[in-house]
């Protein structure tokens, strides 16, 4: 079994900041691809950010430049840090990976969500 715990989500006003932060633990064997998705309210999950196993990261065109996501130095954990929040980043944010476990199979799997309001 394999558990996503994020933490980080809040309360913000616009131009703030929060750091999100994903945990997975279980019988992994590695960790390849990471991400943060986000829903907001009435919309579709969108990808923000995602990261490979060697570092490569890609986002979404509307908050490069606000957002860095990266890997702790335990290799498992993932970081999205937000800057200069806008009341558009409203929404709940997902941790995503895509890990192999030691039974040799390999699946995505999601951490239960973190809501983070942007709002004065």
């Known amino acids: 079994q394999v558990r996503m715990v994020e933490s980080g989500g809040g309360l913000v006003q616009p131009g703030g900041s929060l750091r999100l932060s994903c945990a997975p633990s279980?019988?992994?064997?590695?960790?390849?691809?990471m991400a943060w998705y986000r829903q907001a309210q009435g919309k579709e999950r969108e990808l923000v950010a995602r990261?490979?196993?060697?570092?490569?990261?890609n986002y979404i065109d509307s908050v490069k430049g606000r957002f860095t996501i990266s890997r702790g130095n335990a290799k498992n954990m993932v970081y999205l840090q937000m800057d200069n929040l806008k009341a558009e980043d409203t929404a709940v944010y997902f941790c995503?990976?895509?890990?192999?476990?030691?039974?040799?199979?390999?699946?995505?799997?999601w951490g239960q969500g973190t809501q983070v309001t942007v709002s004065s």
């Open positions: 995503n990976a895509r890990i192999e476990t030691w039974s040799g199979y390999e699946s995505d799997y």
């Open positions: 990261i490979g196993s060697r570092g490569e990261t």
């Open positions: 279980g019988r992994i064997f590695a960790v390849n691809a």
